[in-house]
């Protein structure tokens, strides 16, 4: 949401020209409004697994850095999701609408997280597999509950890194074609 927020206000207040006159390119300017993202983001995966170890007693039977690793590849999916939603909407209200549509509802109701994918009518099962956060439901289920390692969850790691990938590079693309 932030990230959104954050290159749909500079579209609005005018601050992006200063950007795309410097001699920044896109593919410089998208990482660079990523980035503290990604570290806020990453304090807050250590703190919710703090929580869940120290507090309620989860425990991680799995690669603790493999989790983290797996933290940092889903934060990337979301941000470059974020970044693709700013650079295609006009202000920081469409921005948000869009990504309150885009991801906290599906989260919600399509990751698996509440809703047992399997008990979904079978129509709804496919579109799950556009949502990033079951992925990574069922990386966090993998090692923290089943010790799984990356053999295991190595299938779930390369559609998170794919959908990361191409992400990026749609907002890449569609920052250039609409600002540049």
Request: with cysteine.
């Amino acid at each position: 949401l932030m990230t959104a927020i954050t290159v749909a206000r500079e579209k609005e207040t005018g601050t992006m020209e200063t950007l795309l006159v410097s001699p920044l390119r896109p593919v410089h300017i998208i990482p660079g409004k990523a980035l503290p993202y990604l570290g806020l983001a990453f304090l807050n995966a250590l703190t919710t697994l703090a929580l869940a170890v120290w507090v309620f007693g989860v425990p991680i039977r799995g690669s603790f850095l493999l989790l983290l690793a797996e933290s940092v590849l889903y934060i990337a999916v979301c941000l470059a999701l974020g970044v693709l939603i700013s650079t295609r909407t006009p202000s920081q209200r469409t921005a948000m609408l869009g990504v309150i549509l885009s991801t906290m509802l599906p989260t919600a109701v399509l990751s698996g997280m509440i809703f047992p994918v399997e008990s979904m009518p079978g129509w709804l099962q496919p579109v799950t597999l556009l949502v990033p956060a079951r992925w990574f439901i069922e990386v966090i289920r993998g090692v923290m509950l089943k010790g799984a390692g990356l053999e295991t969850l190595w299938t779930q790691t390369a559609i998170l890194a794919a959908m990361t990938g191409a992400l990026l590079l749609a907002g890449v693309r569609s920052f250039r074609t609409r600002l540049g």
